[in-house]
């Protein structure tokens, strides 16, 4: 595999509207994230990822863009977004932007064209289709719920095509002029200094432009799930994502990251690697294993050992072909601590062990802001304080599936990706320091304990454990092992226990956390030493002896 400037790197997601405001309208914005970069350089983070910050109408929270070459004013303008730029630049942080490319907004211009004309050039960049026998075109069910199909307004008998909200057509990738169009856009922003892309819901390109139906899928409405039509298109989206790569991001060496859902094994080398589509693609193996249920009301939560077993699997995946990007929360997921621990680790003690997890793996970590903090979920009271489409249309599915109201909030509660989105708490002053009137959102009920400026002055906090991991990961002693190194399981002696060697011709490192009620014994041989931990624990007689909620990661001579 070729060495690029990215490996090795540690990435950090910024959700702006719930980062920092910096003007006081209870919004998050450029200038907020302008005041906190030294927060970011001071954690150790090498690459920023902002989530969408272009001209948006909000119906997906920025992830439909109605101008791409343009920052939405809730945002500020291009002088913010420059100077951001030359700020990052200085403190030697790349700046990568979300590539919003399967959809755009109602709102965007081409949209509005093709409505007013459905047989201009710009109507071709959709998926316009005929009804059947006065109903939609397929059954395909949009991600956001309800028919994939909506009538183009004014029109009889016409349909347009989104895999998301109604106010997210889906663009058409087989218009060669439509693709020529993004590229030019993607080249725009690369002139700008970007270092390059995360790309949103990819895969969603993958179409079959005859739209048959489906067999209709577990949720009773007759529908099905419209990612099967992407898994039964692949080849196509290949197609698509090779000349992507081939002609606008290999020849400007940008870093890419996919959001690619449940690859197949057999395929892994055209996503990532030398020969791959990406430079990576996130890690969603143990997302995959939890929602692979078509409501959140059936998603059942994965014991220590099944989490284990999937972040294992693809890490053996990509061991020998390139780089996963480790990823444990975005904005789209609940708190890393609530979903994935068991309820005695939901806490600081289980958020380091499970830091420690994230950051010694092999491939590119992306923490996600307040993961540093050891944040959990919200008790949101009521679906009132939601403000996340999808949220309103899985309490729907819940209520439709004869769930009352609080068991239904309570399935909220548990999965919505409303947990992510609530304000970054930056002290324990009123509204947490985020802005100086009420936030968009409210906040997450901990802020008072769990926020930037307590954890700074506590040298045991999550904050300084998630600082010291990134550290070591930039260590020139440990950095081609933390890098390169194999990654190997370490036997486990329990169900409770992640543990696994990270190797190399020269050095051997053992990482361990602890997620049971008891200590646990691992093999490490007489010559070990500890370079971090947290927690409680001992190196004895050969063995590494980790209490429970405790982490370590140790040399092996
Ligand atoms: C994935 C994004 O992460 C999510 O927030 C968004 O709703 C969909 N793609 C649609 O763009």
Request: contains cysteine; charged residues 25%.
């Amino acid at each position: 595999m070729d060495r690029q400037w990215w490996h090795g790197k540690t990435a950090y997601q910024i959700y702006p509207k719930s980062f920092k405001d910096g003007n006081g309208d209870g919004i998050g914005d450029l200038r907020g994230i302008i005041d906190k970069l030294n927060y970011i350089k001071q954690l150790g983070i090498d690459i920023l990822w902002l989530s969408p910050i272009y001209r948006s109408p909000f119906i997906d929270n920025g992830y439909d863009i109605s101008d791409y070459q343009d920052i939405d004013p809730q945002f500020g303008n291009m002088d913010d977004f420059d100077e951001l730029m030359t700020k990052a630049h200085d403190l030697n942080i790349k700046v990568i932007m979300d590539l919003v490319v399967n959809h755009c907004s109602s709102e965007h211009e081409w949209f509005k064209k093709a409505c007013a004309d459905p047989y201009c050039e710009e109507a071709s960049y959709f998926y316009f289709r005929e009804g059947k026998d006065g109903r939609a075109p397929n059954n395909l069910r949009s991600n956001f719920g309800g028919s994939v199909w909506d009538k183009v307004p004014g029109q009889e008998n016409l349909y347009y095509c989104h895999f998301f909200a109604r106010e997210q057509p889906d663009l058409n990738w087989f218009n060669p002029r439509l693709r020529q169009r993004i590229y030019d856009l993607i080249n725009w922003w690369l002139d700008k200094g970007i270092a390059g892309f995360r790309i949103d819901a990819i895969m969603s390109i993958a179409k079959d432009p005859d739209f048959p139906d489906y067999p209709p899928d577990a949720l009773g409405d007759g529908l099905c799930a419209c990612g099967a039509m992407n898994e039964s298109c692949n080849d196509v989206a290949e197609l698509f994502l090779k000349e992507l790569q081939e002609e606008v991001f290999r020849p400007r060496q940008t870093f890419t990251v996919g959001e690619v859902f449940s690859i197949q094994p057999e395929n892994i080398e055209k996503y990532i690697g030398n020969k791959g589509n990406f430079s990576t693609i996130f890690d969603f193996e143990a997302r995959t294993a939890l929602c692979h249920h078509c409501a959140y009301y059936a998603y059942e939560k994965l014991s220590v050992a099944e989490f284990r077993d999937a972040l294992f699997k693809a890490q053996q995946l990509s061991n020998e072909h390139g780089f996963l990007a480790t990823v444990l929360e975005n904005h789209d997921e609940p708190r890393a601590l609530s979903c994935w621990l068991p309820a005695m680790w939901q806490n600081p003690m289980g958020a380091k062990a499970l830091g420690t997890i994230q950051l010694l793996l092999r491939g590119i970590p992306f923490v996600y802001q307040g993961q540093e903090l050891g944040m959990g979920n919200t008790h949101f009271n009521s679906i009132y304080e939601m403000k996340d489409l999808q949220s309103f249309e899985e309490y729907r599915r819940c209520l439709n599936h004869g769930l009352t109201d609080s068991v239904a909030l309570g399935v909220l509660n548990a999965q919505a990706r409303d947990h992510a989105r609530t304000p970054m708490p930056w002290d324990n002053s009123l509204n947490a320091g985020f802005s100086t009137s009420t936030p968009w959102m409210r906040l997450q009920q901990d802020y008072q304990q769990i926020n930037v400026k307590s954890e700074e002055q506590d040298r045991c906090s999550v904050l300084w454990h998630y600082r010291q991991l990134i550290s070591l990961r930039h260590n020139d002693n440990f950095k081609e092992t933390i890098t390169y190194g194999r990654f190997e399981p370490q036997p486990n002696p329990n169900r409770h226990t992640i543990a696994f060697r990270r190797v190399t011709d020269k050095q051997c490192l053992l990482v361990a956390s602890n997620f049971g009620e008891n200590p646990v014994w691992l093999d490490c041989g007489w010559q070990a030493r500890t370079l971090l931990s947290s927690g409680e624990h001992q190196l004895k007689d050969g063995h590494l002896i980790l209490e429970a909620g405790a982490s370590a990661v140790i040399q092996i001579y």
